[in-house]
């Protein structure tokens, strides 16, 4: 019987159309995935900046409702309007399909399979939306200038300006206690402290006080029971001491001390502020750690260390599981090629055995390990906080006794690591 003509360089199925498995996959294209390089942080002039808002159309004030300010009508809710957020923690997420199964700026454009729609921007506020609570013509100390005159005049000298208020005597004048008040010090400040703190005058003070987007503030956290948040609390008491002082004439002595404890109680409600906005993005907790630095990574283990006083200062000991786990390819392909096995098959014995110690593979990893070009790893002790922090080592083998979870470090990279402690956890990266 002829031999049937073959097409040269692929596989000829007579019947393929009747077995759906070997009909082309369909071609997925996901959007492309960026990822921050670098941060970049500069100082921020207050007044510049909702100026340049202000001549796009994007100046908002949310002092009060329903009054018009350079043509812009503030918005009805306040520091809770959606205009730039969602209110509530039980809201649609801002990138999602229909059905919510999809949700997540990584899934724009992709159609959803369960209720056929795209992933699209379901929620009208705009985060790069800034708002402000205007407190014109006063002012009060923006983050860095707190901070810097703190540093000049310490912070119990700072705590007392803003806790105390000025006495009236009988005559009805202000009595001078030698203490400065807020509005002194910006009256007085680049005679008397910007020498000191040097941070110019438009960086320390601002007149509009910044809020912050409600879709990182929600207006209720739900659980167990319905809260405020924090900060909510302290914007509102800022709004309230704002229109405090708006009916209170400068020029007024009798008014001055009322103005001067309403700016201490917005200075002390903007620091509380600062300081949830601290909470949140730092510590081990924060945004920045949680999202940046933090959680599992692909070919990581997190252990405790222990001490190897017969290590080189490049090696490094580890578990029999942990080497079966972060080196689980390269284990499977050695195996496949020793045994001519399925590399599907070697992959599954790995894993089979990767808990409980195995001799063949214990052989197999001295293989490797011995080899010309060894295994190699990147040792990361958190926080990072310098280029000692993270080492390039050896692993020189792995630990006879199974139950041993630990890292066996030598003695002369601890103290780079900052690891004096034998209950200090490092991340091995391979």
Known sequence: MPAKTRT?????????????????????EYPVKHRIKSVHVDPIDHDAEYKKLKDM??????????????GNQKPDDGIFSPYFGSDTTQDRPIYSCECQRLSGAAHIGEVCKHCGKKVVPVIDGDLRNRMYIDIAPYHILTYHGWNAMC??????????IIT?????????????????????????????????????????????IPVYSARLRPLMVFGVSMTMLESNKRYLSIEKNREAMATAPIFMTSRKTEIQRSLNQIQQ??????????????????VYRKSLASGRIDYTSRMVISLGIDLMPHEVDIPYQTMMVLYEEKIANYLS???????????????????????????????????????????????????????????????????DWTMHLPPDILSLLAADDHQTKVRLAG
């Open 337 to 403: 090629k020793s045994e001519n096995i399925p590399i599907s098959k070697a992959i599954a014995l790995v894993q089979e055995n990767a808990m409980e110690r195995n001799e063949k593979f214990v052989n197999i990893i001295n293989q490797m390990l011995k080899s010309k070009e060894g295994v190699w790893a990147l040792i990361n002790r958190n926080p990072t906080i310098s280029e000692s922090s993270i080492l390039l080592v050896r692993v020189r083998k792995v630990h006879k006794d199974g139950t």
């Open 8 to 28: 040269p360089g692929r596989l000829n199925i007579i019947n393929r159309d009747s077995y759906p498995l070997f009909q082309k996959s369909p071609v997925l």
């Open 269 to 286: 409600d903007w620091n509380a502020i600062m300081e949830q906005v601290e909470n949140q993005v730092d510590h081990k907790a924060g």
């Open 164 to 208: 105390s208020v000025k006495r009236i005597c009988v005559s009805g004048e202000i009595v001078d206690d030698g203490k400065p008040t807020i509005m002194s010090l910006y009256e007085d400040y680049e005679e008397k402290y910007e020498p000191l703190t040097k941070l110019p005058k438009k960086y320390a003070f601002m007149s509009k």
């Open 57 to 70: 159309g994007r100046k908002v004030d949310i002092r009060t409702a329903d009054i018009f300010v350079n």
């Open 151 to 160: 540093k000049a005049l310490k912070p119990k000298v700072m705590q007392d």
